[in-house]
């Protein structure tokens, strides 16, 4: 009996080649097997009619004009990538590019202090800021059916992370690009689900790390490779 062919999903993350030599950075690059360049094409070409709406057409234009301004001296040659803008200057001036005037900052609690001097940049930058941290709402955590030894706080009435709530009050609020900063993890999956608004990522929550998650990806060999096991 012949062997069933095995599909072949993308694994981009599993490619070996040199990242300037592979097929999606250059016309006459390499590929791995299962490579989506050169598979999925009819996925492709619905992913690319997208961009035939004027809408999104803009929003990807200045998106990538905002990505290449985040590398100084591009003029000179031979170019050497030298990078010059942080990710909360990225998102002011991508939120400028697109014209928006009203953001909306959903945070967690714990970076309360965080989420006050991001909304002070924001406003210095000229943006209207409506911001609504995880607990707004005080919605029980009794309401999802969680047992007390699954609280933190054990023994009291819980409130609950609503990030769905978050989403509802922007929505209602009619913000124009949202910011996530700081969501636990399911509890952003859900504001993203909800959000009627785009929405970028300023920082996630890594209690070990300092909202640093990439320091454990790093050290993963050496000081954390406890996570492999």
Same mark, same amino acid.
């Given at each position: 009996?012949?062997?069933?062919?095995?599909?072949?999903?993308?694994? &981009?993350?599993?490619?070996?080649?040199?990242? @300037?030599?592979?097929?999606?950075?250059?016309?006459?690059?390499?590929?791995?097997?299962? &490579?989506?360049?050169?598979?999925?094409?009819?996925?492709?070409?619905?992913? @690319?009619?997208?961009?035939?709406?004027?809408?999104?057409?803009?929003?990807?234009?200045?998106?990538?004009? $905002?990505?290449?301004?985040?590398?100084?001296?591009?003029?000179?040659?031979?170019?050497?990538?030298?990078?010059?803008?942080? !990710?909360? =200057?990225?998102?002011?001036?991508?939120?400028?590019?697109?014209?928006?005037?009203?953001?909306?900052?959903?945070?967690? %609690?714990?970076?309360?202090?965080?989420?006050?001097? %991001?909304?002070?940049?924001?406003?210095?930058?000229?943006?209207?800021?409506?911001?609504?941290?995880?607990?707004?709402?005080?919605?029980?955590?009794?309401? =999802?059916?969680?047992?007390?030894?699954?609280?933190?706080? $054990?023994?009291?009435?819980?409130?609950?992370? @609503?990030? =769905?709530?978050?989403?509802?009050?922007?929505?209602?609020? $009619?913000?124009?690009? @949202?910011?996530?900063?700081?969501?636990? %993890?399911?509890?952003?999956?859900?504001?993203?689900?909800?959000?009627?608004?785009?929405?970028?990522?300023?920082?996630?929550?890594?209690?070990?790390?300092?909202?640093?998650?990439?320091?454990? %990806?790093?050290?993963?060999?050496?000081?954390?490779? !406890?996570?492999? $096991?």
């Amino acid at each position: 009996m012949a062997k069933s062919k095995q599909k072949q999903w993308p694994r &981009c993350a599993e490619c070996d080649l040199e990242t @300037n030599k592979r097929i999606c950075m250059t016309e006459k690059g390499l590929h791995s097997k299962g &490579c989506p360049t050169l598979t999925h094409k009819e996925v492709l070409a619905k992913a @690319n009619a997208e961009y035939e709406h004027p809408e999104i057409r803009e929003f990807a234009y200045q998106a990538s004009r $905002q990505e290449a301004e985040c590398y100084a001296n591009r003029h000179e040659r031979p170019y050497v990538m030298q990078p010059s803008k942080t !990710r909360i =200057i990225e998102i002011c001036e991508f939120a400028q590019k697109m014209g928006y005037k009203r953001l909306g900052l959903v945070f967690c %609690v714990g970076l309360a202090l965080e989420a006050a001097k %991001v909304a002070e940049i924001f406003k210095i930058h000229g943006f209207d800021v409506v911001s609504v941290l995880c607990k707004a709402g005080r919605t029980s955590k009794d309401k =999802i059916g969680l047992k007390d030894e699954e609280k933190i706080y $054990q023994g009291t009435d819980e409130a609950m992370c @609503n990030p =769905i709530y978050q989403a509802f009050l922007l929505n209602h609020e $009619q913000t124009e690009l @949202n910011v996530l900063l700081g969501l636990c %993890v399911g509890h952003d999956s859900l504001f993203f689900k909800y959000a009627e608004a785009p929405t970028t990522v300023l920082a996630v929550k890594d209690r070990v790390t300092g909202h640093n998650p990439l320091a454990a %990806v790093y050290l993963s060999d050496s000081y954390y490779r !406890r996570i492999k $096991q």
